[in-house]
C-alpha cells in the first residue's frame, strides 16, 4: 500500500490520482525437484528437472488470477581430467515469475522526485545460462586458481519509459 499526500502544515492539499496503491499479489509455488547423476571414471553427467505449478492472485483496480506450469531443465558435466585439475560446465533454461513491483498500476516513490510504475500483469521472464569452470588445484594446495566462464541470455526483460522534468522523473517498467 503506497499514498502520495501533498501537506501543508498538516493540512492535506491534495492526494493526486495515479499515486495512490493499494495492491496485493500472491503467489503459491507448487515444485518437484529431481537429479540424476551418472560416475564413469573421470566423468560425471548431471541433468535436473524442475518442476513448478505457480497460483497468482493479484488485487489491485483489476483482479486476476492465473495458474502458470513450466519446466526449468539444467545439464551439467564434470570432468577431474587429474589430481590437480578439474572442468566442469552446465546449461540451464531458466523462467522467473513477476514479483510485486512488477504489477504495480500506479506510480510509488523510489527516492527523492523519483516515481515508478509497472502495469504488465503477470509475466514470466524466460533465460539461459552457460556456465563453464576450470581448476587448477586444490584448496589445500600451495597454488589454487578458479577460472569460470558464464553467459546469460535474457529472451524476455522489463525495460523503462522514462519521462525526466525539471522537479521529478517519472518510470514506467515496460
Do not use: C, M
Request: charge should be positive; avoid cysteine; aromatic fraction near 16%.
Amino acid at each position: 500500500t503506497t499514498v502520495l499526500n501533498l501537506l501543508n502544515d498538516n493540512e492535506l492539499i491534495e492526494a493526486p490520482n495515479g499515486f495512490q496503491n493499494n495492491t496485493k499479489l500472491t503467489t503459491n509455488d507448487f515444485y518437484a525437484k529431481t537429479k540424476y547423476q551418472i560416475t564413469k571414471k573421470k566423468w560425471s553427467f548431471i541433468g535436473n528437472l524442475d518442476f513448478h505449478l505457480n497460483k497468482n492472485s493479484l488485487l489491485n483496480s483489476t483482479q486476476s488470477e492465473g495458474f502458470n506450469f513450466y519446466v526449468v531443465p539444467k545439464l551439467g558435466f564434470n570432468w577431474k581430467l587429474n589430481k590437480n585439475n578439474n572442468l566442469s560446465g552446465s546449461y540451464r533454461y531458466n523462467t522467473t515469475n513477476s514479483n510485486v513491483l512488477d504489477v504495480v498500476d500506479n506510480y510509488y516513490l523510489t527516492s527523492l522526485h523519483s516515481f515508478t510504475k509497472s502495469d504488465n500483469g503477470f509475466n514470466q521472464l524466460n533465460s539461459s545460462l552457460v556456465f563453464l569452470n576450470y581448476t587448477l588445484g586444490n584448496w589445500g594446495s600451495r597454488f589454487f586458481a578458479n577460472f569460470i566462464v558464464s553467459y546469460t541470455k535474457d529472451y524476455d526483460f522489463f525495460s523503462t519509459n522514462t519521462q525526466i522534468s525539471q522537479n521529478y522523473s517519472l518510470s514506467e517498467k515496460i
